[in-house]
């Protein structure tokens, strides 16, 4: 099982994330959940990992949206 930090933040009425270990890897979605799952779904896909586990940190804008 391979662990990747990702890191959250609000763009307009999206949230977007990027994989610090794999700057390439980065997603969107309209909710936290939806991205989360989507970038599981990248990482699958491009480094053809199976289950990677994330360590989510949301940046202070994303943070905002639940205040």
Known sequence: MEYFTVEIQRDGNFFVAQCVEEESCFTQGKTLQE????MREVLEL???????????????????VFA
Do not use: G, Y
């Not at 990677?52 to 943070?63: G, K, M, N, S």
């Open 35 to 38: 991205t989360i799952r989507n």
């Open 46 to 64: 491009m480094l053809d990992v199976k289950h990677p586990q994330l360590e989510v940190h949301l940046r202070h804008d994303a943070v905002e």
